[in-house]
């Protein structure tokens, strides 16, 4: 599918009655996932930093980072969005760049972040730095998702009215979605999605342990679960590995796909 279509294709998806977008960190799990039968597939700094054995946030440059998402990219036909973190840079135009190289590895779409180093941006910087994005990726060819931190690293007053102020002059300057993690409680959840002029995004399994369909009722149109599957598969590998050293025994493969299903499934 050309980039384009796929651009729309994960843009219509936000018009929906809400769908899951789930978290990707290398091109081997984004094929299973795409095989499983979703229609789009992000992108997790934080597994793909756990895959390189280093923290996530901003550990990895924007080049080193860039080729992971262009393996997912590649291996994949359905449109895939990044996670971009900040922007890896210091300046708009810099995130401007950022955002133009992921279009060129075949993204066709990415969140930024309003925050760096746990502490979160001023306003309006945040949004030059989206304004820069959206400038680097037209309407139409990039589905831009500015995701805001104040319920991770909090705000001298109203939490929740300065997630909506944000989340207007983000929308103002060329955001197509809002993503707004680190936030649980049900009622703020729909008092969000009533409030912000563009779907909402929160993510499943960190501070918010509510299922998707639950989501969906209260008004959110993007379900994603950041590091998530990654977590679910790390601790699946660390549990085989402690049954490995103490007993030696091979209880951990109940229900694991064959190696022949494997090779099926990815030669396919």
Do not use: K
């Amino acid at each position: 599918m050309p980039l384009g279509d796929q651009a729309a294709a994960l843009l219509a998806l936000h018009d929906g009655p809400g769908f899951v977008l789930p978290n990707a960190w290398d091109a081997g799990s984004a094929r299973v996932l795409e095989l499983v039968g979703f229609p789009a597939i992000a992108t997790t700094s934080a597994g793909i930093a756990w895959s390189c054995g280093i923290p996530d946030g901003e550990g990895l440059d924007r080049d080193t980072m860039l080729e992971h998402v262009a393996r997912i990219a590649a291996a994949v036909a359905v449109p895939v969005t990044a996670d971009l973190e900040a922007g890896y840079g210091e300046t708009p135009d810099e995130v401007g760049r950022t955002v133009a190289r992921a279009i060129e590895i075949g993204v066709v779409g990415g969140n930024l972040e309003d925050a760096r180093g746990g502490q979160l941006l001023g306003v309006d910087e945040a949004v030059d730095r989206l304004a820069a994005a959206r400038s680097a990726a037209p309407r139409g060819s990039f589905v831009l998702n500015a995701r805001t931190d104040t319920y991770f690293a909090g705000t001298s007053g109203d939490v929740f009215a300065e997630t909506v102020a944000r989340a207007h002059r983000y929308v103002e300057a060329g955001a197509d979605c809002v993503f707004v993690p680190g936030v649980a409680d049900e009622e703020e959840i729909r008092r969000l999605a009533a409030a912000i002029p563009a779907p909402l995004n929160i993510v499943a399994g960190l501070a918010s342990t509510t299922d998707a369909r639950t989501l969906f009722s209260l008004g959110v149109r993007r379900v994603s679960l950041g590091g998530s599957l990654a977590r679910a598969a790390l601790s699946t590998l660390e549990r085989a590995g402690r049954e490995l050293l103490d007993s030696g025994t091979l209880g951990f493969l109940d229900g694991a796909v064959s190696y022949a299903d494997l090779q099926r499934r990815f030669g396919s």
